[in-house]
Protein backbone atom coordinates (compact mmCIF):
# COMPACT_ATOMS: atom_id res chain seq x y z
CA UNK A 1 0.00 0.00 0.00
CA UNK A 2 2.96 2.00 0.69
CA UNK A 3 4.90 1.35 -2.79
CA UNK A 4 0.80 2.53 -4.38
CA UNK A 5 0.82 5.86 -2.40
CA UNK A 6 4.69 6.64 -3.20
CA UNK A 7 4.30 5.94 -7.29
CA UNK A 8 0.53 8.06 -6.65
CA UNK A 9 2.94 10.67 -5.78
CA UNK A 10 5.27 10.59 -8.17
CA UNK A 11 2.75 10.80 -11.29
CA UNK A 12 1.43 13.95 -9.17
CA UNK A 13 4.68 15.38 -9.02
CA UNK A 14 5.96 14.49 -12.50
CA UNK A 15 2.65 15.74 -13.76
CA UNK A 16 3.04 19.17 -12.13
CA UNK A 17 6.43 19.88 -12.72
CA UNK A 18 5.62 19.05 -16.73
CA UNK A 19 2.33 21.69 -16.13
CA UNK A 20 4.24 23.83 -14.40
CA UNK A 21 7.20 24.06 -17.13
CA UNK A 22 4.36 24.38 -19.51
CA UNK A 23 2.78 27.32 -17.90
CA UNK A 24 6.06 29.39 -17.51
CA UNK A 25 7.63 29.04 -21.13
CA UNK A 26 4.67 27.96 -23.09
CA UNK A 27 1.59 30.12 -21.21
CA UNK A 28 -0.07 33.37 -22.30
CA UNK A 29 2.26 35.69 -20.82
CA UNK A 30 5.64 35.33 -22.61
CA UNK A 31 8.59 37.51 -22.40
CA UNK A 32 9.32 38.52 -25.54
CA UNK A 33 13.01 39.96 -24.23
CA UNK A 34 14.52 36.72 -23.35
CA UNK A 35 15.48 35.26 -26.37
CA UNK A 36 13.97 31.41 -27.53
CA UNK A 37 17.21 29.69 -26.86
CA UNK A 38 17.91 30.87 -23.17
CA UNK A 39 14.18 29.70 -22.93
CA UNK A 40 15.09 26.17 -23.92
CA UNK A 41 18.00 26.15 -21.77
CA UNK A 42 16.37 27.23 -19.23
CA UNK A 43 13.52 24.70 -19.72
CA UNK A 44 16.18 21.45 -20.39
CA UNK A 45 17.41 22.52 -16.64
CA UNK A 46 14.20 23.01 -14.84
CA UNK A 47 13.58 19.77 -16.07
CA UNK A 48 16.88 18.34 -15.03
CA UNK A 49 16.86 19.98 -11.52
CA UNK A 50 13.19 19.16 -10.66
CA UNK A 51 12.40 16.17 -12.34
CA UNK A 52 15.98 14.64 -13.08
CA UNK A 53 14.62 14.52 -16.83
CA UNK A 54 17.30 15.07 -19.62
CA UNK A 55 15.59 16.20 -22.25
CA UNK A 56 19.05 16.49 -24.55
CA UNK A 57 19.61 13.24 -23.23
CA UNK A 58 16.07 12.19 -24.18
CA UNK A 59 16.49 13.63 -27.91
CA UNK A 60 19.19 11.83 -28.61
CA UNK A 61 17.91 8.27 -28.34
CA UNK A 62 15.99 5.76 -30.38
CA UNK A 63 12.52 5.08 -29.97
CA UNK A 64 13.57 1.99 -27.76
CA UNK A 65 15.89 4.04 -25.65
CA UNK A 66 13.17 6.69 -25.19
CA UNK A 67 10.79 4.18 -24.25
CA UNK A 68 13.39 2.67 -21.88
CA UNK A 69 14.65 6.27 -20.76
CA UNK A 70 10.47 6.82 -19.81
CA UNK A 71 9.64 3.61 -18.38
CA UNK A 72 12.92 4.34 -15.53
CA UNK A 73 10.60 7.05 -14.11
CA UNK A 74 7.81 5.95 -11.87
CA UNK A 75 5.45 9.42 -12.15
CA UNK A 76 5.43 9.16 -16.61
CA UNK A 77 1.48 8.19 -16.53
CA UNK A 78 0.78 8.36 -19.66
CA UNK A 79 -1.16 11.73 -19.19
CA UNK A 80 2.12 12.43 -17.99
CA UNK A 81 4.11 11.18 -21.04
CA UNK A 82 1.25 13.39 -23.10
CA UNK A 83 1.89 16.62 -21.36
CA UNK A 84 5.81 15.66 -22.03
CA UNK A 85 4.72 15.54 -26.16
CA UNK A 86 3.17 18.31 -25.84
CA UNK A 87 5.98 20.58 -24.42
CA UNK A 88 8.16 19.20 -26.64
CA UNK A 89 5.80 20.07 -29.64
CA UNK A 90 6.03 23.33 -28.41
CA UNK A 91 9.71 23.78 -27.86
CA UNK A 92 9.53 22.39 -32.16
CA UNK A 93 7.43 25.34 -32.99
CA UNK A 94 10.08 27.61 -31.14
CA UNK A 95 13.65 25.94 -32.44
CA UNK A 96 15.25 28.30 -34.82
CA UNK A 97 18.58 25.90 -34.79
CA UNK A 98 16.76 23.82 -37.53
CA UNK A 99 16.16 21.00 -34.99
CA UNK A 100 12.34 21.13 -35.50
CA UNK A 101 11.88 18.17 -37.19
CA UNK A 102 13.97 16.09 -34.54
CA UNK A 103 11.85 17.41 -31.94
CA UNK A 104 8.35 16.68 -34.11
CA UNK A 105 9.64 13.10 -34.46
CA UNK A 106 10.59 12.72 -30.62
CA UNK A 107 6.72 14.15 -29.49
CA UNK A 108 5.19 11.49 -32.35
CA UNK A 109 7.08 8.73 -30.59
CA UNK A 110 5.96 9.70 -27.41
CA UNK A 111 2.37 10.06 -28.48
CA UNK A 112 2.52 6.99 -30.26
CA UNK A 113 3.56 5.53 -26.80
CA UNK A 114 0.92 6.95 -25.47
CA UNK A 115 -1.59 5.26 -27.46
CA UNK A 116 0.58 1.53 -26.47
CA UNK A 117 0.01 2.68 -23.13
CA UNK A 118 -3.51 3.94 -22.61
CA UNK A 119 -6.72 2.32 -22.45
CA UNK A 120 -8.90 4.68 -23.68
CA UNK A 121 -9.38 5.84 -27.49
CA UNK A 122 -8.16 9.63 -27.79
CA UNK A 123 -9.68 11.94 -30.33
CA UNK A 124 -7.38 14.52 -29.78
CA UNK A 125 -4.26 12.83 -29.08
CA UNK A 126 -4.88 10.55 -33.01
CA UNK A 127 -5.66 14.19 -34.19
CA UNK A 128 -2.25 15.86 -33.05
CA UNK A 129 -0.45 12.92 -34.51
CA UNK A 130 -1.97 13.32 -38.23
CA UNK A 131 -1.30 16.48 -38.06
CA UNK A 132 2.43 15.53 -37.08
CA UNK A 133 2.49 13.53 -39.84
CA UNK A 134 0.85 15.21 -42.10
CA UNK A 135 3.92 18.02 -41.06
CA UNK A 136 6.80 14.97 -41.63
Not at 32 to 42: C, M
Not at 56 to 83: A, H, P, Q, R, T
Amino acid sequence: MEQKDFILREIEKIGMIISAIQQKFFGEKQDQSVPIEKQLVDLKEMLVSKANFDLDKFMSLNIEGSNEYISSFKGFSVENIEYLADCISEICCRDSDGGSKKYLEKTLELYELCNLKSRTYSLERETKIETIKNTL
